[in-house]
């Protein structure tokens, strides 16, 4: 009977090591940013979070009441949305937000690493201008800036085309947001990520491009996500400068058919369209690495290791 429950207990091993192992993972990749809350803390968070859902509930409540109250919903005001031309009137300027949304995703993302990169270098006088810049930046309005670029620039000879003129700003806005992102998923891995690459043979800049930004980005991919989601919406300042996006093709369209309310709830529900499927594409994609099965690589000239043979 004891030869029968030996050899029982060392494969009950693994499997709670493998349960406490995805434990660690899962706390690990929920609270890197923050501490857990306690019992009592998540009580009050509970209790927040019913309060909130009610209030929001009344006020959407008490809204729709004042709309349909007022005649807001008589089918002959929403009559003109069911032509596909008004929606494709709206989806044009659609795709301009989109299309000024990636230009400044890309400078703006390119831009906030280096300049992210360049706040924790060893050069004095490098970090002090990449937080110079990223203040700055942080500090003055995006709607300042958008002004400048149409009204300050002209005067000096320098006019930029009417995408430019909202690019730019927001740019400069977002980079310095993207920089504060990149400074804090580099910050929020172990040190021993970096010395561990060096140790391997290679230079800094491979270090940090192949061990530790890699890392960084999947802890602040939900951050990454929002900031994103935060940039969409503030391309709605392209009406300023008279550029085709979403919230000026609406305000064209609400007073060319005298149609306030519904003109600007159908620009609402495309928003939320675009964001909320932005943001359920960012959760599947963070549950999809997470759930992918971490790999050793092997080492340059060494065979790769084998995990269930070193297991036995």
Request: aromatic residues 8%.
């Given at each position: 009977m004891t030869d029968q429950l030996i050899p029982d207990r060392p494969a009950a091993r693994p499997a709670r090591a493998?349960?406490?192992?995805?434990?660690?993972?899962?706390t690990y990749a929920a609270s890197f940013i923050y501490d857990q809350p306690g019992p009592r803390g998540r009580r009050n968070i509970l209790i927040g979070s019913v309060v909130s859902s009610v209030v929001f509930i009344v006020v959407i409540g008490i809204g729709l009441w004042q709309f349909a109250s007022h005649g807001q919903f008589a089918p002959e005001r929403w009559q003109p949305f069911t032509d596909w031309a008004i929606w494709q009137y709206l989806l044009v300027g659609l795709l301009g937000t989109l299309e000024a949304a990636a230009i400044v995703a890309v400078l703006g993302g390119a831009l906030g690493v280096l300049l992210g990169l360049g706040r924790m270098s060893n050069q004095r006088w490098l970090r002090w201008i990449c937080s110079a810049y990223i203040e700055i930046a942080r500090t003055i309005p995006v709607l300042l800036m958008i002004y400048l670029m149409l009204f300050g620039l002209p005067q000096i000879g320098i006019n930029l085309p009417t995408l430019w003129k909202l690019v730019v700003p927001l740019t400069i806005a977002n980079s310095a947001v993207f920089a504060e992102i990149v400074r804090a998923g580099v910050g929020s891995l172990p040190r021993g990520q970096r010395e561990a690459a060096l140790s391997l043979g290679m230079r800094g800049a491979q270090a940090m491009r192949f061990v530790v930004l890699p890392q960084a980005?999947?802890?602040?991919?939900?951050?990454?996500?929002t900031q994103l989601v935060s940039l969409l919406k503030d391309t709605s300042l392209g009406y300023i400068v008279a550029f085709t996006e979403l919230l000026y093709r609406g305000q064209v369209l609400a007073s060319f058919l005298h149609l306030l309310i519904p003109t600007y709830i159908a620009v609402t529900v495309i928003y939320l369209v675009v964001n909320g499927s932005l943001s359920a594409l960012a959760s599947r994609l963070q549950r999809g690495s997470r759930r992918r099965p971490s790999t050793q690589p092997a080492l340059p000239g060494l065979p790769a290791i084998d995990t269930k043979a070193a297991n036995v």
């Amino acid at each position: 009977m004891t030869d029968q429950l030996i050899p029982d207990r060392p494969a009950a091993r693994p499997a709670r090591a493998a349960r406490a192992k995805r434990g660690k993972k899962r706390t690990y990749a929920a609270s890197f940013i923050y501490d857990q809350p306690g019992p009592r803390g998540r009580r009050n968070i509970l209790i927040g979070s019913v309060v909130s859902s009610v209030v929001f509930i009344v006020v959407i409540g008490i809204g729709l009441w004042q709309f349909a109250s007022h005649g807001q919903f008589a089918p002959e005001r929403w009559q003109p949305f069911t032509d596909w031309a008004i929606w494709q009137y709206l989806l044009v300027g659609l795709l301009g937000t989109l299309e000024a949304a990636a230009i400044v995703a890309v400078l703006g993302g390119a831009l906030g690493v280096l300049l992210g990169l360049g706040r924790m270098s060893n050069q004095r006088w490098l970090r002090w201008i990449c937080s110079a810049y990223i203040e700055i930046a942080r500090t003055i309005p995006v709607l300042l800036m958008i002004y400048l670029m149409l009204f300050g620039l002209p005067q000096i000879g320098i006019n930029l085309p009417t995408l430019w003129k909202l690019v730019v700003p927001l740019t400069i806005a977002n980079s310095a947001v993207f920089a504060e992102i990149v400074r804090a998923g580099v910050g929020s891995l172990p040190r021993g990520q970096r010395e561990a690459a060096l140790s391997l043979g290679m230079r800094g800049a491979q270090a940090m491009r192949f061990v530790v930004l890699p890392q960084a980005f999947r802890n602040v991919a939900p951050s990454l996500i929002t900031q994103l989601v935060s940039l969409l919406k503030d391309t709605s300042l392209g009406y300023i400068v008279a550029f085709t996006e979403l919230l000026y093709r609406g305000q064209v369209l609400a007073s060319f058919l005298h149609l306030l309310i519904p003109t600007y709830i159908a620009v609402t529900v495309i928003y939320l369209v675009v964001n909320g499927s932005l943001s359920a594409l960012a959760s599947r994609l963070q549950r999809g690495s997470r759930r992918r099965p971490s790999t050793q690589p092997a080492l340059p000239g060494l065979p790769a290791i084998d995990t269930k043979a070193a297991n036995v």
